[in-house]
T-cell receptor, first 116, second 110 residues
Framework: DTEVTQTPKHLVMGMTNKKSLKCEQH?????MYWYKQKAKKPPELMFV???????INESVPSRFSPECPNSSLLNLHLHALQPEDSALYLC???????????????FGPGTRLTVT | TQLLEQSPQFLSIQEGENLTVYCNSS?????LQWYRQEPGEGPVLLVT?????EVKKLKRLTFQFGDARKDSSLHITAAQPGDTGLYLC??????????FGPGTRLSVLP
């Protein structure tokens, strides 16, 4: 099973709302990732978790707050977002530590976020 | 400057034609992956290549990793409308973050 699941599929939120994106994998992968993808661009790395600890934060604004409750789950908490944060948010997982190893990543279907 | 370059950026062809897309870098990679992504969906892993000179086939798709592990190609034989999508190459290196190329957007017309 190489499935990564994400919920919700679509999310519309106002700039004052608080919402969360959820990601789950059952492949035993110890590295999990959040990416942001704008239209017609490749995915852009936001955060990496390695063994449930945050190992990489690519200078992401604090209105995005990741959380890894256990080795299978990854959340992204959203608060006071801006319209320019509208994008496809992708979760991925991989073997290895996630911090500089060559293992392939498996992606979820994404959450399409619209900030109004 | 992108660490991974892809060409062409866009490609529109008729059903039944053959095509090749390229992924190039000046850096050596421990592995390269090819993904296909459809609009509004996550990238789907097609293949991983790890050995220089390696060739892998997936039905009508043939993937090659360069001898020096700096480049890769994807060849599609007899393209079908279902092959339409964004093709992304991505690479992993020890001690470095996983990186993506900018993608090749393929349109196969019936």
């Amino acid at each position: 099973d190489t499935e990564v699941t994400q919920t919700p599929k679509h999310l519309v939120m106002g700039m004052t709302n608080k919402k969360s994106l959820k990601c789950e994998q059952h492949m035993g992968h110890r590295a999990m990732y959040w990416y942001k993808q704008k239209a017609k661009k490749p995915p852009e790395l936001m955060f990496v978790y390695s063994y449930e600890k945050l190992s990489i934060n690519e200078s992401v604004p604090s209105r995005f707050s990741p959380e890894c409750p256990n080795s299978s789950l990854l959340n992204l908490h959203l608060h006071a977002l801006q319209p320019e944060d509208s994008a496809l948010y992708l979760c991925a997982s991989s073997q290895g530590t996630g911090t500089g190893d060559p293992y392939e990543q498996y992606f979820g279907p994404g959450t399409r976020l619209t900030v109004t | 400057t992108q660490l991974l370059e892809q060409s062409p950026q866009f490609l529109s062809i008729q059903e039944g034609e053959n095509l090749t897309v390229y992924c190039n870098s000046s850096s050596v990679f421990s592995s390269l992956q090819w993904y296909r992504q459809e609009p509004g969906e996550g990238p789907v892993l097609l293949v991983t290549v790890v050995t220089g000179g390696e060739v892998k086939k997936l039905k009508r798709l043939t993937f090659q990793f360069g001898d020096a592990r700096k480049d890769s190609s994807l060849h599609i034989t007899a393209a079908q409308p279902g092959d339409t999508g964004l093709y992304l190459c991505a690479g992993g290196r020890y001690g470095q973050n996983f990186v993506f190329g900018p993608g090749t957007r393929l349109s196969v017309l019936p």
